[in-house]
Nanobody, 120 residues
Framework: QVQLVESGGGLVQAGGSLRLSCAAS????????MGWFRQAPGKEREFVAC?????GSTYYAESRFTISRDNAKNRLYLQMNSLKPEDTAVYYC????????????????WGQGTQVTVSS
C-alpha cells in the first residue's frame, strides 16, 4: 500500500506555470507506475499524464505539461506551463502497481487532490 499527498496547487493567471508535487510513503515508490488526473466541477475525472516505474517512459494528454519522478525522493511531479482557464480543476496523483496507463480504473491508490485555478 502507498499513501499519496499532493501539493503545489494554487491560483495562477492564464499563461503562467505551476509545478505540482506528489509525496509517496509506504511501499517502495519505484514499484508503482504513476499518473496525474484532474477533475473539474461537473465533469468526469480525466487523464493528464502518466509515467512508468523507472521514469523512462511517459504519455501525455497535454503537451504543455511534463511529468517526472524522483524515485530516490519518493516524489512525482507535474510541471504545467502556458496554463489556460480550462485547466482549472482538482489535480490528483495516483499509483498503479502494473504498467503505466491512461485508464484511471487501473490505479488503486489516490491522493486527496490539490486545487489548481487559472484566472483569465
Amino acid at each position: 500500500q502507498v499513501q499519496l499527498v499532493e501539493s503545489g496547487g494554487g491560483l495562477v493567471q492564464a499563461g503562467g506555470s505551476l509545478r505540482l508535487s506528489c509525496a509517496a510513503s509506504g511501499r517502495t515508490f519505484s514499484s508503482f507506475a504513476m499518473g496525474w488526473f484532474r477533475q473539474a466541477p461537473g465533469k468526469e475525472r480525466e487523464f493528464v499524464a502518466c509515467i512508468n516505474k523507472s521514469g523512462g517512459s511517459t504519455y501525455y494528454a497535454e503537451s504543455r505539461f511534463t511529468i517526472s519522478r524522483d524515485n530516490a525522493k519518493n516524489r512525482l511531479y507535474l510541471q504545467m506551463n502556458s496554463l489556460k482557464p480550462e485547466d482549472t480543476a482538482v489535480y490528483y496523483c495516483a499509483a498503479n502497481s502494473g504498467t503505466y496507463t491512461t485508464n484511471p480504473d487501473r490505479y488503486a491508490y489516490w491522493g486527496q487532490g490539490t486545487q489548481v485555478t487559472v484566472s483569465s
